[in-house]
């Protein structure tokens, strides 16, 4: 760090906000090569890391008045942000069943399309009432049966 970066980082730890904006900027790159350290191939596909950066200045100003750098450096104090930013976005990406990007399948990759009839049958299901279901599974019934009466070669 040099003594400029010193001399912001003393007034950062004073909760000076534009030195905290001029801080920002000075240690904008090793932030950022932190953030990227620390998404991962999975996340990163769902987030920018300047996006992170910027979540992470928002939330330095946003909570400067109430920091304690008695015993960390302001460059920490925006990587632990940091950090927090992103085991958010870890559960909001990853952690519920439903949205959890692991499972996510390109279409256009090998067994993409039997996943692809997978997805119309959930969204034909989703737009489908309770009565309509039991409609269509009725009718399904009767498709059977009718294919029942058939002989093998004809089915």
């Not at 950066?53 to 920490?76: T, W």
């Not at 990007?101 to 119309?120: D, Y």
Request: with cysteine.
């Amino acid at each position: 760090m040099t003594e400029h970066d010193q001399t912001l980082a003393d007034r950062v730890k004073r909760q000076d906000v534009a030195a905290l904006a001029d801080f920002l900027v000075e240690v904008r790159k090793p932030l950022l090569a932190f953030i990227e350290r620390q998404l991962g191939t999975g996340l990163r596909r769902k987030i920018e890391v300047d996006d992170v950066f910027q979540e992470v200045s928002v939330e330095a100003v946003r909570a400067l008045p109430e920091a304690d750098f008695a015993h960390r450096e302001p460059f920490g104090w925006l990587c632990q942000i940091a950090e927090r930013r992103i085991v958010d976005a870890h559960r909001h990406y990853f952690g519920a069943q439903k949205r959890d990007a692991g499972r996510e399948v390109p279409l256009g990759t090998p067994g993409g399309e039997s996943n692809r009839a997978a997805i119309v049958d959930m969204l034909v299901v989703s737009m489908t009432t309770p009565t309509q279901a039991l409609s269509r599974k009725g009718k399904e019934a009767k498709l059977y049966e009718a294919l029942a009466t058939l002989p093998q070669e004809q089915r």
